[in-house]
């Protein structure tokens, strides 16, 4: 793993029909590319349960030829350990060595059931790659405590992504990891007090919509530059709660600032005028609405 701050968009999957959407797929990537380190996909906000392993191939493909490979971590988190393998394979198969997966869900299971299923997972992982764990108890019903992450590590896997309620332990997680332990946030408005733990970055929905105010914390921070990284942050507090509260939300907004990525696949809450309106609003205050420049 490279040094220094680390900025992944947990990239939208964009849908064109009942296929995925290639053409608006690596439009959104080349307005990633010059800003962010790299993707995270497909996670929670890329619809991963909604997905076969034939649309996250063509995910992978896609976005290692636009970023390179190195700037991939793929999500292969499945339900059984089997299915996260061959979703390991896949994206191998275009060059990836970043690979993540999410806790167990849907079952309740233990702590000790959770440590086994990365364990096996470790085990079907490429040597010289990299493996993640991705705890986000919300939504999954299984969580890891910080005083599991020692446990976690032994199993081989080297980072972790926290999101939801596991977000909001960064300095436990990371005064309990062993040293060399990454951890990345899914809070998208947290990348300040995840650095000052010490911790590597984020992993963040929001950042597709303007991805140069995280690139513009990230430089900042890493120059010491604290009027660039603060006002970056001052704009980044506004746009997570309008735009970042859900989906359809980050949809909406991308449809605005002219990268288009077609509606969700999964059910999502639905959007009003006012809703629409909000977000229009703000980034018209920004000055992201398509033709305003960026």
């Not at 984020?202 to 120059?223: F, M, N």
């Amino acid at each position: 793993m490279a040094d220094g701050p680390e900025v992944l968009a947990a990239l939208i999957t964009p849908f064109a029909g009942d296929r995925v959407g290639t053409t608006a797929l690596r439009a959104l990537l080349e307005r990633l590319e010059p800003h962010l380190d790299g993707v995270f996909l497909p996670g929670t906000m890329g619809e991963f349960l909604a997905l076969g392993a034939s649309e996250a191939d063509e995910l992978w493909r896609i976005a290692a030829e636009v970023l390179g490979p190195g700037r991939v971590v793929a999500h292969v988190g499945a339900a059984a350990v089997g299915a996260a393998a061959e979703l390991v394979a896949v994206a191998a198969g275009h060059g990836v060595t970043r690979f993540a997966a999410i806790t167990p869900f849907y079952l309740r299971v233990g702590r000790d059931d959770v440590l086994r299923h990365y364990a096996r997972l470790v085990e079907r992982v490429p040597e010289g790659t990299e493996l993640y764990g991705y705890v986000f108890p919300d939504v999954t019903g299984n969580d890891l405590l910080p005083a599991d992450l020692p446990a976690l590590a032994a199993t081989g896997v080297v980072g972790v992504k926290v999101s939801g309620r596991a977000a909001e332990r960064v300095e436990e997680y990371l005064a309990a990891a062993p040293e060399g332990f990454a951890l990345w946030s899914g809070k998208d408005s947290d990348l300040p007090r995840v650095l000052r733990a010490g911790g590597r970055g984020t992993v963040s929905g929001t950042c597709v919509v303007h991805p140069r105010l995280w690139a513009d914390l990230r430089d900042g921070w890493a120059a010491g530059d604290e009027t660039r990284w603060t006002a970056a942050q001052r704009d980044i507090e506004r746009l997570v709660p309008v735009v970042g509260a859900s989906i359809a939300r980050v949809r909406h907004a991308l449809e605005l600032v002219g990268t288009p990525v077609g509606p969700a696949r999964m059910p999502q809450p639905s959007l009003d005028d006012a809703d629409r309106a909000q977000v229009r609003d703000l980034l018209a205050d920004l000055g992201l609405l398509a033709g305003a420049g960026r």
